[in-house]
């Protein structure tokens, strides 16, 4: 089993839509959890990280459910400018290391 | 804002021959990586030094080492490179204990 797994997608979906991700971990000592979001051709960047609360950023809302183990990621208003890939991250329990899931691909259509 | 810079964008080489890969930041992070990305694989972490000097396998090691003489410089040594070995390369540091880590804009090594 994968430790981070996500729906690779795609995930075609028109401006103004809303679009939500899920992933999911097998550890449960994993204490730190992200989204970056990658365009195609370019680096990882960090979108946001995901607190326990849930945190808000504009558009974005990401959610973690310990219980569950998985996380999710909800974008409202879809712009064009969001396509991208979208990779699920998690912490490699009590290390600096980070586990990528495979991503998510998000296409945005006019 | 965190710069990592690594020192080529696009890279050819024969079979056999050493590579060398930098990368650089500026941000005083104990921490530096190195991914190889492939389609459908996601990033794997090839190494990661937590300090100048120190380093430590990551989850596929085999085929290269690392060197990290100063804090701000991590290089990637492909020993005797191999056409397997044709991925795009990814730095990345971060700060001990903060588990955000900031990619360079990688390498796209092709072994021919």
């Known amino acids: 089993r994968k430790e981070v797994e996500q729906d690779p997608g795609p995930f075609n979906v028109p401006e103004g839509a809303t679009v939500a991700f899920n992933c999911t971990y097998s550890?449960?000592?994993?204490?730190?959890f992200f989204w970056y979001r990658q365009d195609c051709r370019k680096e990882p960047k960090l979108l946001m990280s995901v607190y326990s609360s849930g945190n808000e950023d504009g558009r974005f809302t990401a959610q973690l459910n310990r219980a569950s183990q998985y996380i999710s990621l909800l974008i409202r208003d879809s712009k064009l400018s969001d396509s991208a890939t979208y990779l699920c991250v998690v912490n490699s329990y009590n290390t600096d290391k980070l586990i990528f899931g495979t991503g998510t691909r998000l296409q945005v259509f006019p | 804002d965190v710069k990592v810079t690594q020192s080529s964008r696009y890279l050819v080489k024969r079979t056999g021959e050493k590579v060398f890969l930098e990368c650089v930041q500026d941000m005083d992070h104990e921490n530096m990586f190195w991914y190889r990305q492939d389609p459908g694989l996601g990033l794997r972490l090839i190494y990661f030094?937590?300090?100048?000097?120190?380093?430590e396998k990551g989850d596929i090691p085999e085929g290269y080492s690392v060197s990290r003489e100063k804090k701000e410089r991590f290089s990637l040594i492909l020993e005797s490179a191999s056409t397997n070995q044709t991925s795009m390369y990814l730095c990345?540091?971060?700060?001990?204990?903060?588990?955000?880590?900031?990619f360079g804009p990688g390498t796209r090594l092709l072994v021919l």
């Open positions: 550890n449960s000592a994993s204490q730190s």
């Open positions: 990345a540091s971060s700060l001990s204990g903060i588990g955000t880590q900031y």
């Open positions: 030094s937590y300090d100048v000097k120190m380093k």
